[in-house]
């Protein structure tokens, strides 16, 4: 027997898609002024250290003109961004005096880019902080820690880049670190090791979330067994859609719902376009195959490359495709654990449609023609990494109650071996 729905109960299983695009629009731009849009990672700060025409300098990279990267004061108007975690980045592979240096560095240029701007930045440190600045017309400014080898195998560093405004720190960046597997370095530990398990008991007793953006998903799944905090991904995508090492397997999207957390979706183009993450795989390819023939990255091997590319031109990634990344994580772990990290001055090429800070509402207006209601929008423009930061926040009081701050070592706890000096990069 064949049950047939009236076409009026069909017609309320549907989901909802305008036919309107400037009311999408209108409702997006309606969302973003009720609920503060929080982008889990802008790169701002490592773009201004590396400016062609004045590097490290705050003054010359004016945000109240326009720049030659991808943020500045008048498209984050237009974006209608109401909070940014900045990123606090240094590369695992610098060759240098030291990461901490370097990592101070990069938090002077993020605190005096801040300051500079008090009628359009305001420092936020809580959640509480992001909503009021939100509702004084500012952007609440956040920092976030890009890579543990910045705290150097030392919880007294991890707690000194707290007390200075650090709110996340990402457990790895590219490179496997003493203490943690990366997602796109050899697994040397199988995950975290014990070390690295204490580090992050001590960022729940302080507050600082756990961003697992770059580990391997080892270290994904360690770090969820481990934490009593909601965890991040502040720039991942859905690996069953895009298959690349930096996005998030459904066994730990599943987990981050049960754990409370949430995946900001990034705008790069190789993690959410399969086909420009195949190209980017065959031009790496390409690449080593001809240093390993030339012995190095020769003169002649730039040549080769530069033909390589103009005979195979990158393709595109677009919106659509972001939004469909969206909705991959809202199905498979829920609608309460999806963000947006667009990772902003972190990228070189950039998704059609989401070329700078200022195209945020078209993405949520893509997504109300979707059929997304608004309630649904709110959530992931800023409610769920709200919720995030006031669920840390509360672990933290918990906590601080009953935990003093580990004096824990990686000698101690990894052996002597793991604390041994390493050799310069």
Not at 1 to 16: H, Y
Not at 175 to 202: M, N, P, Q, Y
Not at 248 to 267: E, Q
Not at 338 to 359: A, M, N, R
Request: one cysteine or more.
């Amino acid at each position: 027997m064949k049950w047939i729905l009236p076409l009026t109960l069909l017609t309320a299983c549907m989901p909802m898609v305008s036919k309107s695009p400037e009311g999408d629009l209108e409702r997006a731009r309606r969302v973003l002024m009720a609920t503060p849009l929080i982008d889990g990672h802008n790169d701002l700060p490592w773009a201004i250290r590396e400016s062609k025409t004045a590097p490290r300098d705050v003054d010359a990279y004016d945000l109240r003109k326009r720049t030659a990267g991808h943020t500045d004061l008048d498209r984050l108007r237009a974006g209608m961004v109401g909070g940014q975690f900045w990123s606090l980045y240094i590369p695992g592979e610098i060759a240098d005096s030291g990461f901490a240096r370097v990592q101070m560095e990069q938090i002077d240029i993020a605190r005096r880019m801040v300051e500079k701007y008090p009628d359009r930045f305001e420092w936020a440190l809580t959640a509480h902080d992001l909503r009021q600045a939100h509702k004084e017309g500012k952007i609440g400014s956040v920092l976030g820690l890009e890579g543990g080898h910045a705290i150097e195998n030392s919880l007294g560093t991890l707690r000194a880049y707290y007390d200075l405004g650090a709110r996340y720190m990402t457990l790895t960046h590219n490179v496997t670190t003493d203490w943690a597997d990366a997602a796109l370095d050899s697994a040397k530990h199988g995950g975290l090791t014990e070390f690295g398990k204490e580090v992050v008991r001590e960022m729940n007793r302080m507050g600082m979330l756990v961003d697992l953006a770059h580990v391997s998903p080892a270290t994904m799944s360690d770090a969820l067994d481990v934490t009593e905090a909601p965890v991040i991904f502040s720039h991942s995508g859905a690996r069953a859609l895009v298959d690349h090492k930096r996005n998030v397997p459904d066994s730990i999207l599943k987990r981050v719902t049960a754990n409370g957390g949430v995946v900001m979706v990034p705008f790069v183009t190789a993690f959410v376009s399969p086909a420009v993450a195949a190209y980017e795989h065959d031009e790496q390819l390409f690449g080593a195959d001809l240093r390993k023939k030339s012995g190095g990255y020769t003169a002649a091997v730039r040549d080769a490359m530069r033909e390589w590319r103009s005979a195979h031109p990158m393709p595109q990634a677009t919106l659509s495709q972001v939004a469909d990344q969206i909705e991959y994580v809202r199905r498979i772990a829920g609608v309460d654990h999806v963000g947006i990290g667009g990772d902003f001055d972190g990228i070189t090429t950039v998704v059609v449609g989401l070329e700078d800070v200022s195209k945020y509402p078209a993405l949520f207006a893509e997504l109300a023609h979707r059929g997304w209601s608004d309630e649904d929008l709110a959530k992931l423009a800023g409610e769920n990494i709200l919720r995030v930061l006031e669920r840390a926040e509360q672990v933290a009081a918990r906590l601080q109650k009953s935990r003093p701050p580990s004096t824990r070592t990686i000698a101690e706890l990894d052996g002597p071996a793991a604390a041994a000096p390493k050799p310069a990069q």
